[in-house]
T-cell receptor
């Protein structure tokens, strides 16, 4: 099993749609979780951190399910500008907290 | 955002050349990272430094040689690279390992 696994997509959704991505992780002791966004030929940028209680930032909602070892990202009312690759990131616990990026899920919002 | 600055933005070099990529972070972070991203491929972690000490070397060929002279600067020295080394090289920093990483714009490297 890969350490961090994402469906590569692409997810093609119409404007205004709601779309959700999941990301599974293999290390039950993982400590920190993030979603990043990467536009084509650009650097990844932090979208949001994922907290145990779940968190929301405008149209974006992130959830953590420790029992099933996955995090999710929900995007409501999709915009054309949301088209990008979404990367989940998991950090292990311990002295050196290894950071692992998922391979990313590509989202294409269609007019 | 100019928190993490990488130079040069683009680099074309022959297989026998020696060049260096530079990364500078102005965020007061303790950890710095080098990543490689080939076309249509995911990020590959290359090296991790914490307070100038290397803590991760992800089976990277010796033709890539990192250097971290202080907590604000990170270099990647390149020599006798191969065509398959053509990629986007990204530098990132974070306050601690469990904190979000901030990325530079990257250096797009082409090996002739």
């Amino acid at each position: 099993r890969k350490e961090v696994e994402q469906d590569p997509g692409p997810f093609n959704v119409p404007e205004g749609a709601t779309v959700a991505f999941n990301c599974t992780y293999s290390n039950s002791a993982s400590q920190s979780f993030f979603w990043y966004r990467q536009d084509c030929r650009k650097e990844p940028k932090l979208l949001m951190s994922v907290y145990s209680s779940g968190n929301e930032d405008g149209r974006f909602t992130a959830q953590l399910n420790r029992a099933s070892q996955y995090i999710s990202l929900l995007i409501r009312d999709s915009k054309l500008s949301d088209s990008a690759t979404y990367l989940c990131v998991v950090t292990d616990s311990g002295g050196y907290q290894k950071v692992t990026f998922g391979t990313g899920t590509k989202l294409q919002v269609i007019p | 955002e100019t928190g993490v600055t990488q130079t040069p933005r683009h680099l074309v070099m022959g297989m026998t050349n020696k060049k260096s990529l530079k990364c500078e972070q102005h965020l007061g972070h303790n950890a710095m990272y080098w990543y490689k991203q080939s076309a249509k491929k995911p990020l590959e972690l290359m090296f991790v430094y914490s307070l100038e000490e290397r803590v991760e070397n992800n089976s990277v060929p010796s033709r890539f040689s990192p250097e971290c002279p202080n907590s604000s600067h990170l270099f990647l020295h390149l020599h006798t690279l191969q065509p398959e080394d053509s990629a986007l090289y990204l530098c990132a920093s974070s306050q601690f390992f469990d904190q979000p990483q901030h990325f530079g714009d990257g250096t797009r490297l082409s090996i002739l």
